[in-house]
């Protein structure tokens, strides 16, 4: 979970680490020349007497220019506010969301568009837990948004609101580089939270960074990160990172504040074929499935390498473990084995490894190579890592309205004498004082059309309701018989 911070509403959107920084060295490659080759201590670095600040300058202020339409604030909150002006775009501004928000705890976060029909990319530490939603436009203007989908282990969520032809993020696709500007857009404590995003520049100080302790806490996967100097507060998680062209080339997401302070160190999650991966299967409500194989490993020594018949400066990571009825127990891996491939991938370093493992497929044998006394390839059969409880997919997506909380019709659900299921959005459980119980709808109940436009799913049903005046959303639904709603 994200810390709250201590203001007159709670923030929860940004994922502190707070750790005493030892000192850092400076070792490493150095820059590389436009050719690609390394720049080395005896080469001159020039800076022309043209180079002229006021030009930078200018570049910062069109790039933020362009891309701030692509960026919202997002509030969300824990607890359900049962007024039907909050679900209709018309009916907000910052001002009427803020006097809604003043009255609930609230916590705060960024997104960015990146589908122009109305998806938006955002961290799930930012919304999970929240019972309602609503994002801001840098034009000021709110809208109620949706959950689409969730994936906690790579703390990615991508979020519905009821707009069509939204200017959509570019994503890059020239690799980051160590050095490079950076600029991030976002809601920093929330003061973006009426529009006019926030933005901060600085540059790319380091790349594949890991934060195994925030992981363990967090029970995520922060592993390949991005680490940079553009300042990066809580708020501004799940906002885009971008390079001096306005591509995103990360999602904003972690930062390390020495003494609980700001101008601490920021991380992004890099946007890379792995993110777009998960982003298509959030945006169509699937689950993201991990590969789990059952091992705890580290990057193999030297000495361990040797030991195991290969190069000393090879990679490869060793098991330390083998956790009991795995796949790694079935596939008689053993402690002190070295993998050097898997899926046809070298194998690093640790992180690199627990990442290649989540992306193996679960639905045929995956190869590796494994050294122990001389090379051995082998084949391993991964099983799916086990899906948090609080992860939303297309069939766990849920919407409170009216005191109803409404869901997808659950596969294969019996609706006893009732020749052919009716098409449309269960209710899975109503509160007593719900407006809807003197209609004779109830626990079990189908939503099947509102305003006399049929409802086939949660998405279909916020358009609806964003569209329509509150008093002309009538509510046609089936009681089929023998539905019985066992538990919400």
């Not at 589908?115 to 109620?144: F, M």
């Not at 090379?375 to 409170?400: G, Y």
Request: charged share 20%; with cysteine; hydrophobic share 40%.
């Amino acid at each position: 979970m994200g810390a709250r911070i201590a203001l007159p509403w709670r923030d929860a959107a940004g994922l502190i680490l707070c750790v005493v920084l030892s000192s850092c060295s400076t070792a490493g490659v150095g820059p590389i020349a436009d050719n690609g080759r390394a720049v080395t201590a005896s080469d001159h670095i020039e800076v022309l007497d043209n180079f002229g600040a006021p030009d930078l300058e200018q570049h910062f202020q069109d790039v933020a220019a362009v891309v701030s339409s692509s960026v919202v604030a997002i509030s969300a909150t824990e607890t359900a506010i049962e007024a039907e002006a909050t679900l209709h775009s018309d009916d907000l501004n910052p001002d009427r969301l803020a006097g809604v928000l003043d009255t609930v705890d609230r916590t705060v976060g960024t997104g960015f568009v990146i589908d122009s029909d109305g998806y938006i990319l955002t961290n799930d530490h930012v919304v999970a837990g929240a019972e309602q939603l609503w994002v801001t436009t840098d034009s000021h203007k709110v809208y109620p948004a949706i959950i689409v989908g969730t994936d906690p282990r790579a703390d990615l969520a991508v979020l519905k609101i009821p707009a069509k032809g939204l200017p959509a993020a570019h994503v890059a696709t020239n690799p980051v580089r160590r050095g490079q500007w950076t600029i991030a857009i976002g809601n920093p404590y929330g003061l973006a939270g009426g529009g006019d995003m926030s933005v901060s520049v600085g540059v790319v100080s380091a790349l594949n960074r890991s934060l195994p302790r925030l992981s363990g806490k967090e029970d995520r996967l922060y592993s390949g990160l991005i680490q940079t100097t553009a300042q990066i507060n809580p708020g501004n998680s799940g906002g885009p990172l971008f390079n001096l062209n306005g591509e995103v080339v990360g999602i904003n997401t972690a930062v390390i504040l020495p003494q609980k302070q700001t101008n601490g160190i920021g991380f992004a999650i890099p946007f890379d074929r792995c993110v777009l991966r998960i982003v298509e299967n959030l945006k169509q409500g699937h689950e993201v499935v991990y590969g789990y194989l059952g091992v705890r490993v580290s990057t193999a020594t030297p000495r361990e390498r040797r030991d195991a018949g290969l190069d000393e400066n090879a990679g490869g990571v060793r098991i330390d473990a083998v956790e009991s009825d795995s796949p790694a127990k079935v596939s008689k891996l053993e402690v002190g084995d070295i993998v050097t491939q898997l899926n046809g991938e070298a194998v690093h370093d640790s992180d690199g490894f627990v990442r290649l493992v989540g992306m193996c497929p679960v639905s045929e044998p995956v190869p590796a190579v494994i050294y122990r006394d001389g090379a051995k390839k082998a084949s391993l059969k991964l099983r799916s890592r086990p899906t948090p409880l609080q992860t939303v997919t297309r069939q766990s997506q849920r919407f409170r309205w009216r005191g109803m909380l409404l869901g997808p019709i659950p596969a294969g659900w019996d609706f006893g004498a009732a020749k052919k299921p009716p098409a449309g959005l269960m209710v899975i459980g109503i509160d007593a004082k719900s407006p809807m119980t003197g209609d004779g709808i109830k626990a079990g109940s189908v939503i099947t059309a509102v305003a006399g436009r049929a409802v086939h799913d949660i998405a279909e049903l916020q358009q609806i309701i964003n569209d329509t005046p509150g008093p002309k959303c009538l509510v046609e639904a089936a009681n089929p018989p023998n539905a019985v709603l066992a538990a919400n």
